[in-house]
């Protein structure tokens, strides 16, 4: 018998089933990317990484919340949940892990996991945290001046909430109550440094009082309240009513990025802790006990997913690198 519970829950996010497993889908990708990505560096086969292991419902759910045809998305380097629901593929995310000339975000020429597909709508960003909120606001203000009816969601963690850039996107945003979300996921993490050591208010979405404008902290864990809660955020840009601050609690499971050791700030019963909030068991068995999916499905879709991504990892490594010829072009201006 199905849960009623789960039915209910999902009934009142407003997710259909379809919905729901295509979410579930979309982390478990995220998940087997970000996995087989730290496996490619320490084959020295790529040269960068940056894992969003218990990040995934965040993510997926909050670009879920957009018209993934017309809304913008300004990312960062852990967005992968989110660039694969605005359309980017697992070949796409590959090229762009090799560096090949194929890579719609770059052509090779920027670091792995540094996101930009005009054709998507995604914004380019640079490695300098913090510097894509202003971005954000651009873009919105430039959809505000032409009449488009087009919301801008930028992505960022804690981290950057630390950065002046991040006042001067949300007063900008606040004082032209522009068509933009501003989602924070907070992992606990700027690198090496907690949050603690970052702010004396930890609920970093308080902050959205001073610009005149709602902030909400929703658990990070559970896709059906980010979707709720970015969907609140979506509507009251596009009907024109201003900027939300959506601050999202989640869970950094691996390190940084490949550069880094956490083991030299963190505990291992510290990860272990965490890694049992991970959001993927957590959705799965909401899914299973509303009878929308059972073990033996489950385990089809993982092989199905870990298919696909192994496939576009042979698909980019052999794909053909940039010409070197090439290699200054975008850099001067003719």
């Not at 629901?85 to 020429?109: I, Y």
């Not at 010829?325 to 850099?331: F, H, P, S």
């Amino acid at each position: 018998m199905p849960d009623n519970g789960g039915i209910d829950r999902l009934r009142e996010s407003g997710l259909d089933a379809n919905d729901a497993q295509r979410i579930y889908r979309h982390m478990l990708l995220a998940r087997a990317i970000s996995g087989k990505n730290w496996l490619l560096t320490r084959q020295g086969r790529v040269l960068f990484s940056m894992p969003c292991d218990g990040q995934e419902a965040a993510d997926v759910a909050s670009a879920y919340a957009l018209d993934t045809q017309t809304d913008f998305i300004v990312p960062y380097a852990r967005s992968l949940g989110a660039m694969l629901v605005k359309g980017m593929t697992s070949q796409e995310v590959m090229l762009n892990m090799f560096g090949k000339a194929a890579d719609p975000n770059s052509g090779g020429r920027q670091m792995p996991q540094h996101w930009g597909h005009k054709k998507l709508g995604i914004i380019s960003m640079g490695s300098s945290v913090g510097t894509t909120i202003p971005r954000a606001s651009g873009v919105a203000l430039a959809s505000k001046l032409r009449g488009e009816n087009d919301v801008t969601m930028v992505y960022f963690g804690e981290g950057s909430a630390s950065e002046g850039d991040f006042h001067e996107g949300l007063a900008f945003a606040g004082v032209h109550r522009l068509p933009v979300v501003f989602l924070c996921n907070n992992n606990g993490w700027a690198t090496s440094v907690p949050v603690e050591l970052q702010s004396v208010e930890r609920q970093i979405s308080k902050r959205a009082q001073g610009y005149g404008f709602p902030g909400v902290t929703v658990d990070g864990l559970d896709p059906l309240a980010v979707y709720q809660a970015v969907r609140t955020a979506v509507n009251r840009a596009r009907s024109g009513e201003g900027p939300t601050l959506v601050e999202t609690n989640t869970i950094r499971m691996m390190p940084h990025s490949s550069s880094d050791d956490h083991l030299r700030y963190r505990t291992q019963e510290d990860l272990d802790a965490e890694r049992e909030l991970d959001p993927l068991p957590r959705f799965r068995d909401l899914l299973i006990s509303a009878s929308l999916m059972d073990k033996e499905s489950d385990q089809s879709l993982r092989e199905a997913v870990d298919q696909e991504v192994e496939e576009a990892i042979s698909y980019a490594d052999a794909a053909p690198s940039p010409d070197t010829a090439t290699a200054l072009d975008g850099v001067y201006a003719p």
